[in-house]
């Protein structure tokens, strides 16, 4: 027998299921939640590193190699993000209304079997960048840090929907992640395009302002 553990209409005897299974079940959603509340918290205290930085020591972009990979590795999975929440998009339809459709037809084709496979496999890489950024001295790069915030508002809105049983936990975090965003875009705010920035970047900050 297949079980589906994120949709609350399926279902099934309980008592097929080993005990083992629950308990790692539950230990991993329990380690994921648990990771995803350090990774805002390691975001707000950057932006408390930030905003009490002293005066006259500019933020700058060390040269750190280990860095730069991790930064490619989350800008790579960020423009697949936001390339495949453009898709799910209909006309004058936003992404989130299109999610939840897909997800309570009951009779999925196997494209869209495979779209919500994709996205929701894409959003857990993207959290983990996302962690793994959190961990280094992101405040040191307040533009980036900025643009990670505002993204992860997005994830959150997606594992909101993919995510039944952890919807309320996926709402709160992104609420929490708008009011941080708030507040840097108070502390940072929008300044003319430098010339060393690409026009990737740049596209990718505009795509995510259109939603």
């Not at 309980?14 to 991993?28: K, M, V």
């Not at 990670?148 to 993919?162: G, H």
Request: some cysteine; hydrophobic content about 35%.
């Amino acid at each position: 027998m297949d079980f589906n553990f994120e949709s609350p209409y399926i279902e099934y005897d309980s008592d097929d299921i080993p005990y083992n299974f629950y308990e790692t079940h539950g230990l991993n959603k329990i380690k994921e939640l648990s990771r995803q509340l350090q990774t805002f918290l390691n975001y707000k205290a950057a932006t408390i590193q930030y905003r009490f930085r002293p005066k006259r020591t500019p933020c700058f972009d060390r040269v750190d190699i280990k860095y730069k990979e991790i930064e490619v590795n989350f800008k790579h999975l960020a423009s697949k993000f936001i390339k495949l929440l453009s898709q799910i998009r209909g006309n004058g339809i936003s992404y989130e209304v299109e999610l939840e459709r897909i997800m309570n037809n009951f009779n999925l084709d196997d494209k869209h079997k495979e779209l919500l496979r994709d996205i929701k496999c894409l959003t857990n890489n993207l959290f983990t960048s996302i962690h793994i950024l959190s961990e280094q001295e992101i405040h040191l790069h307040p533009k980036l840090m900025k643009f990670i915030v505002n993204l992860t508002r997005e994830a959150c809105t997606v594992c909101k929907i993919l995510n039944h049983w952890s919807s309320r936990f996926y709402d709160e975090l992104r609420i929490n992640y708008m009011q941080l965003n708030d507040e840097l875009t108070k502390l940072i705010p929008e300044l003319q395009p430098e010339k060393k920035i690409v026009k990737k970047d740049r596209i990718l900050e505009k795509a995510l302002k259109g939603w």
